[in-house]
């Protein structure tokens, strides 16, 4: 189920891009965990993204998870489990602490179809179920989020501010929302 809470428009999609120095584009399975200030983009279908952030530390970090869990078979960041507990080692090793906002979004189910005979969850539901597991288990929990629903995201992370604005892909033209609550 898609849950938005706080969202709120950004004006002008160029002054954001333009207003950071450095931009970068996560892909699926990458995760990127910096001191220093970017924008970094990505878009989601079923996958998800946990982004990090410690205004203490200036210190942001975003994950691009592809699958619920990996069974600790190795350091595969393509899965939620690996990608979650990974950013938040390095939020820790950066002396990050009480003061981590920690941010959830993706899990859609993009093709649109549901059967429901089936009890079975679909991915992009695997995927919110993980994250919130690992990140309960760490003792952390999501202070804004979107997720589910049928439409894919594409976000932008601010590292310097740990603002996450997200656009809802759609056949017109996306809107574009920020998300405000830090």
Same mark, same amino acid.
């Given at each position: 189920?898609?849950? +938005?809470?706080?969202?709120? !428009?950004? &004006? ?14 996560? /892909?699926? %399975? ?6 220093? &200030? ?8 079923? !996958?998800?993204?946990?982004?990090? $952030?410690? &205004?203490?530390?200036? $210190?942001?970090?975003? !994950? ?20 979650? /507990?990974?950013?938040?080692? /390095?939020?820790? +090793? ?10 959830? $979004? %993706? ?17 992009? +539901? ?27 995201? /594409?976000? $932008?992370? !601010? ?24």
């Amino acid at each position: 189920m898609a849950e +938005e809470q706080q969202i709120s !428009c950004y &004006p002008n999609m160029k002054n954001l891009i333009a207003s950071h120095i450095h931009s970068i584009y996560l /892909k699926p %399975g990458e995760v990127l965990a910096t001191r220093s &200030p970017m924008l970094v983009s990505t878009v989601l279908g079923s !996958c998800v993204a946990v982004t990090m $952030f410690s &205004p203490s530390r200036g $210190f942001g970090a975003i !994950c691009h998870a592809m699958l619920p869990a990996n069974s600790d078979q190795e350091e595969d960041l393509r899965y939620v489990d690996t990608a979650v /507990k990974h950013l938040y080692a /390095k939020a820790i +090793e950066q002396g990050a602490g009480a003061d981590l906002v920690v941010k959830l $979004f %993706g899990g859609a189910h993009v093709l649109g179809v549901k059967d429901n005979k089936l009890a079975k969850l679909t991915i992009g +539901e695997q995927n919110v179920v993980q994250a919130e597991a690992v990140l309960g288990s760490l003792g952390l929990a999501a202070s804004a989020r979107n997720t589910g629903g049928y439409r894919g995201r /594409k976000l $932008f992370f !601010c590292t310097r501010s740990g603002d996450v604005y997200m656009r809802r892909m759609r056949a017109g033209k996306p809107a574009l929302n920020k998300d405000t609550t830090n």
